[in-house]
């Protein structure tokens, strides 16, 4: 067996990260590992703590108490660009103020990101053909359908070549044909090392992508592992209870 990674070689790395509201615990002393080129799913029902523990991976948020540890640095303190210029890429939704501007202008504007810093129009060409978007590179944002626009938020964060991808809920709101496009598209930007960590809610589409799954209960880490095995597991179905056509097959 392989040694277990140092910190220095996770991509991503809790120690007992905790964060608190006034009396509520949204994260519990988590502890969560992430390799390099890993693909993990964080799941658990509403409140558990999913988009607090995501916030505090993206400078959002700070904790209360323990560590993060991102691609080999401590991050504690750091705001949102100090993160980004580790080489990490969360898509976020791009505000309807630049509805105005095309395809191809937003993502020249991330492009000009690049973390080897690569000719702009080359890494927007690859871009568009990995996301299919060449049709509508010269159309407007804000004439775009719902998913067209999350891919090109996609396209946005990959056209910075991360290290690291953060996506939340990226097939909210999204048809099953484009969630199942959505699938290919995540698996699509693997590889060279490059992790991906998805919170989500649709476990359909969390069983089309996982391979890793991290279910958090509570705040806290209730189970971790392979995703048939955890979605299997009695204990992960009875938080899910009532909620339990999200965990079926
Ligand atoms: N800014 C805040 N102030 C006070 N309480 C908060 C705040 N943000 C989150 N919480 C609380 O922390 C807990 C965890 O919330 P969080 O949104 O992280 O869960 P979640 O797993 O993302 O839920 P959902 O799936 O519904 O989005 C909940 O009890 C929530 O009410």
Wanted: proline share 3%; with cysteine.
């Amino acid at each position: 067996m392989s040694a277990p990674a140092s910190p220095q070689d996770l991509a991503i790395h809790t120690e007992d990260l905790s964060v608190r509201f006034g009396g509520v615990v949204a994260v519990d002393r988590v502890n969560l590992s992430v390799a390099r080129g890993e693909l993990r799913c964080l799941i658990g029902p509403n409140g558990a703590g999913k988009s607090t523990l995501f916030k505090t991976l993206t400078g959002q948020q700070a904790p209360s108490a323990g560590r993060v540890r991102i691609l080999g640095r401590e991050v504690n303190g750091f705001e949102r660009h100090e993160i980004a210029r580790l080489g990490v890429g969360v898509k976020t939704q791009v505000s309807s103020v630049f509805d105005g501007l095309t395809v191809d202008a937003s993502l020249r504007v991330a492009a000009g990101r690049h973390r080897a810093r690569r000719p702009v129009g080359a890494v927007v060409d690859e871009v568009l053909e990995q996301l299919r978007l060449g049709a509508v590179r010269q159309r407007q944002l804000g004439a775009l359908s719902h998913g067209q626009r999350q891919w090109v938020e996609l396209g946005m964060v990959l056209a910075t070549d991360p290290l690291l991808v953060l996506l939340d809920e990226p097939v909210a709101g999204m048809s099953e044909e484009e969630t199942a496009r959505t699938a290919e598209l995540i698996l699509s930007m693997r590889g060279a090392g490059r992790a991906i960590v998805v919170v989500e809610h649709d476990m359909r589409f969390v069983r089309r992508i996982a391979e890793r799954v991290t279910v958090l209960h509570r705040g806290a880490v209730l189970r971790d592992g392979a995703v048939d095995a955890v979605l299997a597991d009695p204990v992960v179905r009875d938080v899910y209870l009532g909620r339990e056509e999200h965990v079926r097959a």
